[in-house]
């Protein structure tokens, strides 16, 4: 049954990843004018002869039919087009900056779920405290707070009034440190950015937690753990705490393309040299076909997040038979 | 009368109406408060606040911070209403449409707002903006196209709960037309989540069009909190007061917001259903 469950999951996410490429052909129309007069535009050079050959060149003068499949191809063959800018294959840049990218964000998911299951469990454990209350306030403020400009006051405080963290790039310019030495230095660099991106999830992690533990704890098996003798620690942390964490598997999943969207802004903000950064670039020099393909990247990245949430959550809920 | 009294019963509610309704006034009376435009030279670059004349300081160009953040409190409240407005008519339309009708037509919308929640809406923005090219219209009608499908999904889900109802059955039996049951028999009981809902956009709304001002995805002629933010980068390290007060007023506008949403949220779902 499970099987079942699995094939279903893989199937929705192949369906959302041709949507997505779908999407992306038509998008490209949306902006003025097409990929010949961007390309005469910048050869400095147009006459109707010219562009008449550009256009049979590309095959922009083709049905549109025709034009839809051979993009679709084009992309199932990792083919996303050239950047304006760079002059290179939209692929090869957008996977030079990819993993700066996933380490980023993978570190704001681990401070975020482990922030944010401590202070929430906290507060679930004494409701109404006064840890209780700050994690409410706490999150209701970082949801009116814009992630880009927390990010620039984490760079005021701790980078140029405390001085103890560097302020932008991923390692020491220049140090050109090997081994262990520049694991430190990029670490070093990663906590300002890492923590900004996570202090928006850390505070939903939290509330979601101390719900989950709240609903868990008034349950029957809860009782029969404490009427067997076990301490109140064992009983939080082995029967309420394992059990409230289920949602936050399927939630992580649900946050991924939010947390891609922040890390565009994180990044830009600490010059993380990664896919957000690239993004920028992008925007600033009018490059279409690269910021199409971060476009598709990301939303095929976010996919496979979800279905390994998916998979995480069918193998961590023996309940689980069918979506 | 109980639902204002219900509406006003809790102190955050009225706070956050007591600053939204300050807001308004400022942005409104913008041209009033001050005489220069925003885009004015007033003096040195970089000012402190509290320099003769300069409540809020100067910025990189000299320019005064006080008129720019006034004026840009018109950019957050026209795209922060605006865009919702959007988003609610298009989420209102296909989710009566969905729930109403169901069959191919409600498969065929969970599927769109599924594929809305799993794509990275921030990104497919960056691109929908950047491709019509960026100005106050492209920015509202962008951020509607990412959003419309939250409101769908209350306004399908209100629907469907609601058709299967005795006074719809009734105008039905009357023979009234389709079009006129979704309008004036079911629609008005579903507006409550539906005003819920919508409240809850304008803030992360207002947020977003912050988020693209910042990257330089905003209207290229008008002064936005976002791209007062964007424009003061260079100058953080000397001239705090540059990027902090446009922040602060994003966050005091967004949280006055919320607090109303949740407001809204306790008056018109005594059992908090949403």
């Known amino acids: 049954m499970k099987l079942r469950y699995l094939v279903a999951r893989l199937v929705k996410a192949a369906l959302v990843v041709i949507a997505v490429v779908l999407l992306s052909f038509f998008l490209i129309r949306l902006a003025p004018g097409d990929a010949a007069t961007v390309m005469a535009g910048q050869s400095g050079y147009a006459d109707e002869a010219f562009m008449k050959s550009l256009r049979a060149e590309y095959g922009l003068d083709q049905p549109l039919p025709v034009q839809l499949w ?13 950047s304006y800018v760079r002059r290179q294959p939209v692929a090869t840049v957008i996977l030079e900056r990819l993993p700066n990218t996933l380490l980023l964000d993978a570190f704001a998911l681990l401070v975020a779920a482990g922030g944010g299951i401590w202070l929430g469990g906290m507060a679930a454990r004494r409701p109404g405290s006064a840890g209780d209350s700050a994690v409410t306030v706490l999150s209701m403020l970082f949801y009116a707070v814009p992630q880009f400009w927390l990010g620039m ?19 020491t310019m220049g140090a050109d440190y090997t081994g262990l030495a520049r694991l430190g230095d990029v670490a070093q660099h990663m906590i300002l950015p890492g923590v900004t991106l ?5 505070a939903s992690y939290a509330r979601l937690t101390r719900a989950a533990m709240v609903e868990v704890a008034d349950q029957d098996f809860v009782k029969t753990a404490r009427a067997k003798g076990l301490s109140e620690r064992q009983v939080a942390r082995r029967h309420i705490l394992r059990n409230a964490l289920l949602p936050l598997i399927t939630y ?7 947390l891609v969207g922040g890390s565009v802004l994180v990044e830009n903000v600490f010059s993380w040299p990664g896919i957000g950064t690239l993004a920028f ?13 971060i476009f598709i990247v990301t939303a095929i990245l976010v996919c496979l997040f979800n279905l390994i949430t998916d998979i995480a959550y069918s193998l961590a809920d023996p309940r689980v038979e069918l979506g | 009368m109980a639902f204002v009294r219900r509406f006003l019963s809790r102190p955050t509610t009225l706070f956050g109406l007591a600053v939204f309704l300050l807001i308004v006034a400022i942005a409104l009376g913008a041209p009033l408060l001050f005489s220069r435009g925003p885009f004015s030279i007033v003096g040195m670059p970089l000012l402190p606040p509290g320099a003769p004349g300069l409540l809020a300081g100067s910025d990189v160009l000299g320019r005064d911070m ?23 008519g298009i989420g209102v339309l296909l989710g009566a449409v969905a729930g109403y009708y169901g069959g191919w037509v409600d498969d065929l919308l969970m599927r769109v707002t599924e594929f809305f929640q799993i794509i990275p809406s921030f990104v497919l923005l960056m691109v929908l903006v950047a491709f019509m090219q960026p100005s106050l219209t492209s920015t509202v009608i962008g951020i509607a196209l990412v959003t419309w499908p939250q409101v769908a999904r209350v306004v399908r889900g209100e629907f469907l709960s609601l058709k299967t109802r005795e006074f719809v059955q009734a105008a039905r039996v009357l023979g009234m037309r389709d079009s006129a049951i979704i309008a004036t028999q079911i629609l008005p009981n579903a507006l409550p989540p539906i005003v819920v809902v919508s409240s809850m956009m304008v803030g992360s709304a207002i947020l977003t069009e912050s988020a693209l001002s910042f990257l330089g995805l905003g209207d290229p002629n008008l002064l936005s909190w976002g791209s007062m933010i964007g424009g003061s980068r260079s100058a953080m390290w000397v001239a705090w007061w540059t990027s902090v ?17 949740d407001g809204l949220n306790d008056a018109l779902n005594p059992r908090g259903r949403c």
């Open chain 1, 153 to 171: 006051m984490m760079v005021l405080v701790f980078a140029v009034w405390l001085a103890w963290l560097p302020p932008f790039g991923i390692e």
């Open chain 2, 66 to 88: 006080a008129v720019g953040l006034a004026y840009g409190a018109r950019i957050s409240l026209l795209v922060g209403i605006a865009s919702t407005v959007c988003a609610a």
């Open chain 1, 252 to 258: 992580a999943g649900l946050q991924a393309s939010i």
């Open chain 1, 198 to 202: 996570a202090l928006y999830f850390l």
């Open chain 1, 281 to 293: 670039e992008a925007v600033q020099g009018r490059d279409n076909p690269l910021l199409l393909g």
């Open chain 2, 245 to 261: 007060l446009p922040g602060l007023c994003i966050v005091v506008t967004v949280l006055a917001l919320n607090f109303i949403g």
């Open chain 1, 70 to 82: 051979k993009y679709v191809k084009a992309v199932a063959h990792g083919d996303l087009g050239t």
